[in-house]
């Protein structure tokens, strides 16, 4: 399925520059060279340019991964977008605060971040507005604490029922 | 625990009924439960609950070694092991910048391929159960467990093989190895007609399957569906030959996608059929690669010595017989994986099911299930 039309990083960002809004992503020596960030306000608009535009048209979403930056920075979302029609990838990054994290869901855009995004929150806490189903996915309903974050403190009972303490880390 | 049990009866319309299916259920292929809504023998609604099979797979791989995380790639998908190895030593090799030797290709490929019919010998003969076929599910088996063999005489494991290591294999081919498998293929070769016959032209299979759960395209990619599922749909998308990984631009094959010719397009007929033809396929490409095997060359030869990929990250993704198995990894320069992130081709299967089951009878809501071949293990991680 692949078309004459697949562009590669650098000119996707220029694409979208030009067409989404000038200087929205970051060009330059320390610019990344494979991911954009992008500011959670702008999120969902750009979702959807993203998704409707005729020349980038990323109709799939391959995943949605969360990620803890350490216990003193900020949590992450990583967004790995594909065009089925032109092969290319895109990789979108959103940075939260640990104390609100708060993003816009794009549930409704894409219909597969419906779980990615429940799994998102599942483990790392992080909160999707406007997703119409926000619930635990893999987790019992009553879990408490987010597991994948880096200072969650593992329980030592579960329903009264007392859990054994494993080795310590990694040796 | 209440709560998820709790069948939202209030709720319930006077004609509506809610029937619980699972989590021990044979058709589940696994511990999955549905909560089924249904007015009269009509489906209106699926939830399904998932994690009963959780293993917290994430989070182990923060705890251990980049080495001791194949062991648990294999129970994730335990049907389809080595296509598991071999995605995540995909990976972290182009995570590490490591070039693999000529042999080792080979022998991947050939033992994921064969590994891709053994899984889809699995996912026909339980479909066929699931709809009521018997016969056709000890035929396969009894095919399946030669691969099985030719396995156990790799590496010793009949399952959970941990047979793709990063950088390398685990063992090199056993002595007449190869003529077994060149054995194995003209046996099993012609055995694909007898499947056919069996079950695929059957006119009972056919009437129970022919445009029964519809994926339409649009849906089908909306939702991330991969692998046999999407290319029933009729799109014609295949890793191993839009996004080629390994050495599979080398062979020859062809991607099968469903034509709709019992039914609709997308229906579970064409799902099925799929994977019979990929059966085909993968076994041309066991025959090419066996061919061009090198027989010199040692495969613990790129094994690294330290597995410390640099700083980075990679999202790297390889088609198992299920889709599209994405890993994103994030290293840290450390000897353990700072963040490992699976994206399950099975899991975005399951997620359109509610989509693809309104609207049809209870009895048919087992047939897309198995269409749709998931694999708890997967699921849940």
């Given at each position: 399925?692949?078309?004459?039309?697949?562009?590669?990083?650098?000119?996707?960002?220029?694409?979208?520059?030009?067409?989404?809004?000038?200087?929205?992503?970051?060009?330059?020596?320390?610019?990344?060279?494979?991911?954009?960030?992008?500011?959670?306000?702008?999120?969902?608009?750009?979702?959807?340019?993203?998704?409707?535009?005729?020349?980038?048209?990323?109709?799939?979403?391959?995943?949605?991964?969360?990620?803890?930056?350490?216990?003193?920075?900020?949590?992450?979302?990583?967004?790995?977008?594909?065009?089925?029609?032109?092969?290319?990838?895109?990789?979108?990054?959103?940075?939260?605060?640990?104390?609100?994290?708060?993003?816009?869901?794009?549930?409704?855009?894409?219909?597969?971040?419906?779980?990615?995004?429940?799994?998102?929150?599942?483990?790392?806490?992080?909160?999707?507005?406007?997703?119409?189903?926000?619930?635990?996915?893999?987790?019992?309903?009553?879990?408490?604490?987010?597991?994948?974050?880096?200072?969650?403190?593992?329980?030592?009972?579960?329903?009264?029922?007392?859990?054994?303490?494993?080795?310590?880390?990694?040796? | 625990?209440?709560?998820?049990?709790?069948?939202?009866?209030?709720?319930?319309?006077?004609?509506?009924?809610?029937?619980?299916?699972?989590?021990?259920?044979?058709?589940?292929?696994?511990?999955?439960?549905?909560?089924?809504?249904?007015?009269?023998?009509?489906?209106?609604?699926?939830?399904?609950?998932?994690?009963?099979?959780?293993?917290?797979?994430?989070?182990?791989?923060?705890?251990?070694?980049?080495?001791?995380?194949?062991?648990?790639?294999?129970?994730?998908?335990?049907?389809?092991?080595?296509?598991?190895?071999?995605?995540?030593?995909?990976?972290?090799?182009?995570?590490?910048?490591?070039?693999?030797?000529?042999?080792?290709?080979?022998?991947?490929?050939?033992?994921?391929?064969?590994?891709?019919?053994?899984?889809?010998?699995?996912?026909?003969?339980?479909?066929?159960?699931?709809?009521?076929?018997?016969?056709?599910?000890?035929?396969?088996?009894?095919?399946?467990?030669?691969?099985?063999?030719?396995?156990?005489?790799?590496?010793?494991?009949?399952?959970?093989?941990?047979?793709?290591?990063?950088?390398?294999?685990?063992?090199?081919?056993?002595?007449?190895?190869?003529?077994?498998?060149?054995?194995?293929?003209?046996?099993?070769?012609?055995?694909?007609?007898?499947?056919?016959?069996?079950?695929?032209?059957?006119?009972?299979?056919?009437?129970?399957?022919?445009?029964?759960?519809?994926?339409?395209?649009?849906?089908?990619?909306?939702?991330?569906?991969t692998g046999p599922?999407l290319r029933?749909?009729?799109v014609k998308w295949d890793l191993r030959k839009d996004d080629p990984?390994?050495?599979y631009?080398?062979?020859?094959f062809d991607i099968p996608i469903?034509?709709?010719?019992?039914?609709?397009?997308?229906?579970?007929?064409?799902?099925?059929?799929?994977?019979?033809?990929e059966?085909?396929e993968?076994?041309?490409?066991?025959?090419?690669?066996?061919?061009?095997?090198?027989?010199?060359?040692?495969?613990?030869?790129?094994?690294?010595?330290?597995?410390?990929?640099?700083?980075?990250?990679?999202?790297?993704?390889?088609e198992?017989?299920?889709g599209d198995?994405?890993?994103?990894?994030?290293?840290?320069?450390?000897?353990?994986?700072?963040?490992?992130?699976?994206?399950?081709?099975?899991?975005?299967?399951?997620?359109?099911?509610?989509?693809?089951?309104?609207?049809?009878?209870?009895?048919?809501?087992?047939?897309?299930?198995?269409?749709?071949?998931?694999?708890?293990?997967?699921?849940?991680?």
């Amino acid at each position: 399925m692949a078309s004459a039309v697949e562009m590669h990083f650098k000119q996707l960002v220029e694409y979208i520059n030009e067409q989404f809004r000038k200087e929205f992503v970051q060009t330059g020596e320390e610019a990344p060279a494979d991911h954009i960030s992008v500011a959670t306000a702008d999120w969902k608009a750009f979702a959807e340019f993203l998704k409707n535009d005729e020349q980038l048209f990323f109709d799939a979403m391959m995943c949605i991964t969360g990620v803890d930056y350490g216990e003193e920075s900020d949590l992450g979302v990583i967004y790995n977008l594909h065009s089925m029609k032109h092969n290319h990838k895109l990789e979108v990054r959103i940075n939260l605060p640990r104390e609100k994290p708060v993003v816009p869901s794009v549930e409704q855009i894409w219909r597969i971040a419906d779980w990615f995004e429940r799994e998102t929150y599942d483990m790392y806490g992080i909160e999707f507005q406007g997703h119409r189903d926000l619930r635990r996915i893999l987790l019992p309903e009553d879990w408490e604490g987010f597991p994948l974050r880096k200072d969650y403190e593992f329980p030592t009972t579960y329903h009264g029922i007392e859990v054994p303490k494993m080795k310590e880390g990694w040796e | 625990m209440t709560d998820t049990l709790d069948l939202e009866l209030g709720s319930v319309q006077a004609e509506e009924m809610v029937l619980n299916m699972g989590p021990q259920h044979p058709s589940t292929h696994g511990v999955l439960r549905l909560k089924v809504r249904t007015d009269g023998e009509i489906v209106t609604h699926i939830t399904p609950y998932i994690g009963y099979l959780h293993r917290c797979f994430e989070k182990h791989c923060e705890n251990v070694t980049y080495e001791q995380v194949i062991p648990y790639t294999d129970r994730c998908d335990y049907i389809a092991s080595m296509n598991n190895n071999f995605g995540y030593a995909v990976a972290v090799e182009q995570l590490m910048d490591i070039k693999v030797p000529e042999k080792v290709e080979h022998i991947r490929v050939i033992v994921a391929e064969l590994n891709r019919i053994a899984s889809h010998l699995l996912a026909v003969g339980t479909f066929g159960l699931d709809v009521g076929a018997f016969t056709p599910f000890l035929y396969c088996f009894r095919d399946r467990e030669r691969i099985l063999d030719l396995f156990e005489m790799l590496c010793g494991a009949r399952l959970l093989y941990s047979y793709i290591w990063i950088g390398g294999l685990s063992h090199d081919l056993p002595v007449g190895w190869v003529e077994k498998t060149y054995e194995f293929l003209d046996y099993f070769e012609p055995q694909v007609e007898e499947y056919n016959n069996l079950l695929t032209f059957n006119k009972i299979f056919i009437e129970r399957t022919a445009d029964v759960g519809v994926l339409p395209r649009e849906v089908a990619i909306s939702y991330g569906v991969t692998g046999p599922n999407l290319r029933g749909s009729g799109v014609k998308w295949d890793l191993r030959k839009d996004d080629p990984y390994s050495i599979y631009d080398r062979f020859e094959f062809d991607i099968p996608i469903g034509t709709g010719v019992m039914g609709t397009v997308g229906d579970c007929w064409d799902r099925y059929y799929i994977r019979i033809r990929e059966i085909e396929e993968s076994a041309k490409i066991v025959r090419q690669a066996l061919e061009q095997l090198p027989r010199d060359g040692d495969v613990h030869e790129a094994l690294p010595k330290k597995i410390r990929p640099p700083k980075g990250h990679i999202y790297s993704r390889t088609e198992t017989p299920r889709g599209d198995l994405g890993y994103y990894i994030i290293s840290d320069g450390k000897p353990i994986p700072y963040r490992l992130k699976m994206r399950s081709p099975a899991f975005t299967a399951l997620s359109c099911i509610n989509e693809i089951s309104h609207g049809w009878m209870i009895s048919d809501v087992f047939a897309i299930l198995g269409s749709l071949d998931i694999v708890l293990g997967e699921i849940d991680r």
